[in-house]
């Protein structure tokens, strides 16, 4: 087989490679090393013996993804403040009717997959996102059918037990209640802010002690309205600059100072109401918010 035919291969199965190692990773940046690696090594390989490209790939692309994941894991063990995902910039078009895919690549969901181990996490992604048999889930882990059967019943208990309700997205409303957001925290209007927040509202910043950010979630829609207030005073910033973008499925304000990206803040609604709000502040996680990514399962 010809180089072409490994490259062919691979690209066409590229978002869906992308995605597996990024719902393992919560890192763009990480699945873009564990994507260059895992073809390097599909180009090694000899497609004839290959008898389906895309389980093949799956778990070569796994195996790569949990191996870079227990590496950071002690990185992410000494980290300053909440480790939040890096957020994942999407096109407009890629906003995905697919309610399992949007939910997946969701932050509030990356933030739950967080608290599995590395096998749990896995396992719960290729059988839950994308479908894949115990087969092909236990050569990706290295596991025994039925102990990949146990993992994924465990990992599905945990996630069933924490995560909040997931709504179909309303993509008028969510940009109707993202705007809103945006005029009131721009401008101080606490009364605004105060109007979609949630009750039990959480505010939860990332900055990885690089920028000046609450090291410990805030909790309360008051609390969390004095935050944002605070935090969008942009008078502090040279050449402010705010935008609306798609990422993880969602609408997400992005602030720019110049030509830095200063922050990424997605806003999580349930039942019409903001329910969460993410700030990635890390400038080690907004650099690859610029590049616009297709996912697929």
């Known amino acids: ?72 894991a002690r990185r992410r063990e000494d980290y300053v403040g909440p480790w939040l995902p890096e957020p994942l910039l999407l096109d407009e078009s890629d906003a995905s009717a697919d309610l399992v895919l949007a939910e997946s690549v969701s932050m509030a969901m990356l933030v739950l997959l967080e608290t599995l181990t590395p096998d749990e996490r896995a396992v719960f992604v290729l059988r839950e996102v994308f479908g894949f048999g115990y087969d092909d889930i236990a050569a990706a882990v290295g596991r025994s059918v039925a102990t990949a059967r146990q993992i994924a019943h ?103 100072g110049g030509d830095r990206t200063e922050g990424v803040f997605l806003v999580e609604i349930t039942e019409g109401k903001i329910t969460g709000v993410y700030a990635v502040r890390n400038p080690d996680k907004l650099t690859a918010v610029t590049v616009p990514r297709r996912i697929s399962r």
């Open 154 to 256: 465990r990992a599905r208990e945990h996630v069933r037990a924490r995560r909040r309700r997931f709504e179909p997205v309303d993509a008028a409303q969510t940009a109707r209640i993202t705007e809103r957001f945006l005029t009131a925290a721009t401008t101080g209007d606490l009364a605004g802010l105060l109007a979609l927040l949630a009750p039990d509202a959480t505010w939860t910043a990332d900055s990885g002690g690089r920028t000046t950010a609450a090291r410990r979630p805030v909790v309360g829609a008051e609390k969390v309205a004095a935050v944002l207030i605070r935090v969008f005073r942009l008078g502090q910033l040279a050449d402010p600059r705010i935008e609306v973008a798609i990422c993880n499925g969602a609408p997400a304000v992005v602030v720019h």
């Open 1 to 72: 087989m010809s180089t072409a035919e490994h490259a062919e291969r691979f690209t066409l199965l590229r978002p869906l490679l992308f995605t597996i190692a990024y719902e393992i990773l919560g890192s763009a940046t990480e699945s873009d090393d564990v994507l260059q690696d895992s073809y390097l090594r599909w180009a090694a390989v000899d497609l004839a013996t290959v008898r389906d490209s895309k389980a093949y790939l799956a778990r070569l692309v796994t195996r790569q993804a949990l191996n870079a994941l227990r590496t950071s």
